[in-house]
């Protein structure tokens, strides 16, 4: 009887011990958030890339490691080794929110980790964890889920998203999801995800808590202080289950490169390629003596613009012309292509001391290598281009013919009452004024209205090719339109730092000394009326319904429902933190068969 109890009593005590063990180790794998120090992972896995039995895993550490694989399966039974590669142009300086003081510009060393998850039944979800070893430690995430690209008519969420740039309420707006609808199946974000592409601590670890990742992970630790009612939101757990398919906005474009300037500078110093192409045939014998077309293409780059962190950081669906920049994929009964519409922003002063998208700044004149040369686009998608040319291949193949949903995405408003709409979408035509002694006394930039490549080129082909809907952004507010042929047009980017919504007494800041220009002040330059909310529009101060929301205090995201057919829009008043969610616009799209 004794030694039974003694068995009783040795068998409790070793379950205990190993429960406290377990324990032990669980906590001391687990990592927090924000936390970048040698014993956590810098992001949780997110996924990319799905094909009809594979998905890739991604995601990053701020250190080499030894070994890093994801482990997979109902039991986590299967694992797979992942590929890393460093990330070649993060970097941080003196203006980033980093509890390190980077008193200089200085390369941050991030490592990406890859691993491709294959044969994946149809539609069927399974858990997944990854796991990163260092100096001999164990590093695991949480267990997340995965799955396939969807087969055709597998009912689906998507989550319609943009411009999150850290802005205050992006982390709200992101919790708000998952409290609404729960679990998405992909999320569309068209562009601006961050402020400075190059800046690692935007994506990963910005010390207010609302980095890009952090808030579509769940992992947020951001407080909004509205009139003195404080709340910490932790964004939403999205990306570890949904696949992320990203549109380049103009925060995704890095300017010229330098070991020294603020990357903020870097920034918005991007000029066009034909500026640096110029000045690399002046001196092309100092610049590349041995004529390498490898030298010539990174000159070129470092001297006007790239998206490298955005390409280095997203596997997405790649084609010979537009490379990952722009792309098409089907995902269940959706075709959605992703285009690479987005020019450099320069403001809409009209001060002689700016250097805006409609002048240079007087004082920079005479000395070309300071020009901003006006809100240049980056990727031409002008009739004849590569891109337009795929575009048109693309909207010609039995993919995007057979989806029932024919989505498009890009970052510049074709239809909004947001500001960034005007001038046109068209390259600046340079108007450079001389006195008698060849000085230049002006340089300002027209942006002729019939030249306008997305309303004269792009969407007559979308509307040929039986579109539903244009998804857009870079406006920072929601208002939707509708064209006669039936095209929906929506931008759905406000999560903060709103530009505001131009109507009535709310003018553009326009340049008037040419009417044959005539830009728009306000409403929709390219003819459409905004749609009034279909549930519940909000009122302006007489109490009149609003065909927009252009918010600090209110902030949407939008839902596409596959089973449905409907696009709805929920907004949530960060104002009143205890308030619910609230659907205020929902229309459907027709489906194509
Ligand atoms: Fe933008």
Do not use: C
């Amino acid at each position: 009887m004794k030694s039974k109890h003694w068995k009783f009593l040795r068998i409790t005590l070793l379950s205990l011990l190993i429960v406290i063990l377990l324990t032990m180790g669980f906590w001391s794998k687990r990592y927090t958030s924000q936390s970048n120090t040698y014993s956590s992972l810098l992001s949780d896995p997110f996924l990319q890339l799905p094909t009809s039995n594979s998905v890739r895993v991604v995601w990053f550490t701020s250190w080499e490691g030894d070994f890093h694989n994801v482990i997979y399966g109902q039991r986590l039974n299967n694992s797979v080794k992942a590929t890393t590669t460093k990330l070649s142009l993060v970097r941080e300086d003196s203006d980033s929110r980093l509890d390190i003081d980077y008193q200089k510009v200085t390369s941050r060393d991030i490592w990406r980790h890859e691993a491709t998850i294959s044969e994946l039944k149809p539609n069927k979800r399974i858990p997944y964890q990854v796991v990163s070893i260092h100096d001999g430690e164990e590093i695991l995430s949480r267990v997340f889920t995965l799955a396939a690209a969807p087969q055709p008519n597998t009912p689906l969420k998507i989550l319609l998203t943009s411009d999150h740039q850290l802005m205050p309420m992006a982390a709200a707006n992101m919790q708000k999801v998952v409290e609404t609808v729960g679990k998405v199946d992909a999320v569309f974000i068209a562009g601006d995800l961050v402020n400075i592409p190059d800046r690692a601590s935007e994506w990963f670890d910005d010390n207010r808590g609302g980095a890009f990742f952090p808030v579509l992970q769940g992992r947020a630790k951001y407080k909004l202080d509205k009139s003195g009612i404080e709340r910490i939101y932790h964004g939403g757990e999205i990306i570890q289950h949904a696949v992320i398919f990203p549109a380049i906005g103009n925060h995704e474009v890095m300017g010229r490169f330098s070991d020294t300037s603020p990357l903020k500078r870097q920034f918005t110093d991007a000029v066009p390629r034909a500026q640096a192409e110029k000045l690399y045939w002046q001196d092309r014998g100092n610049i590349n003596e041995t004529g390498d077309p490898k030298i010539q293409k990174a000159w070129l780059k470092a001297n006007s613009f790239n998206t490298d962190t955005y390409e280095e950081i997203f596997t997405l669906p790649e084609n010979s012309s537009g490379g990952k920049k722009y792309y098409a994929v089907t995902f269940g009964n959706i075709r959605l292509v992703v285009l690479y519409v987005t020019n450099i922003w320069r403001s809409p002063s009209l001060e002689s001391n700016v250097k805006g998208r409609y002048q240079e700044k007087t004082e920079d004149l005479n000395q070309p290598e300071k020009w901003g040369y006006g809100q240049h686009i980056f990727e031409p998608i002008v009739k004849g281009s590569s891109q337009y040319h795929w575009l048109e291949q693309e909207l010609q193949s039995e993919a995007f013919k057979q989806a029932k949903y024919k989505i498009v995405m890009f970052h510049h408003p074709p239809h909004t009452l947001g500001g960034n709409i005007v001038p046109p979408y068209t390259d600046p035509l340079p108007q450079i004024e001389y006195d008698e002694n060849e000085q230049i006394t002006s340089v300002r930039y027209e942006y002729p209205q019939e030249n306008d490549y997305i309303i004269r080129d792009v969407l007559p082909l979308l509307e040929s090719a039986e579109v539903q809907l244009v998804y857009y952004g870079h406006s920072h507010l929601w208002n939707r339109f509708v064209n006669p042929q039936g095209v929906h047009f929506l931008e759905s980017s406000n999560v903060g730092n709103t530009y505001g919504a131009h109507i009535e007494e709310n003018k553009r800041p326009v340049p008037k000394d040419n009417p044959q220009l005539n830009y728009v002040e306000t409403g929709d330059p390219n003819g459409l009326t905004p749609i009034i909310p279909t549930i519940r529009p909000l009122k302006d101060n007489s109490g009149k319904f609003l065909p927009y929301i252009a918010s600090n205090d209110i902030t949407v995201f939008s839902i596409f429902d596959t089973a449905m057919g409907t696009v709805s829009s929920y907004f949530y008043d960060t104002r009143k933190p205890e308030s619910p969610v609230v659907k205020f616009d929902e229309f459907m799209l027709i489906p194509n068969n």
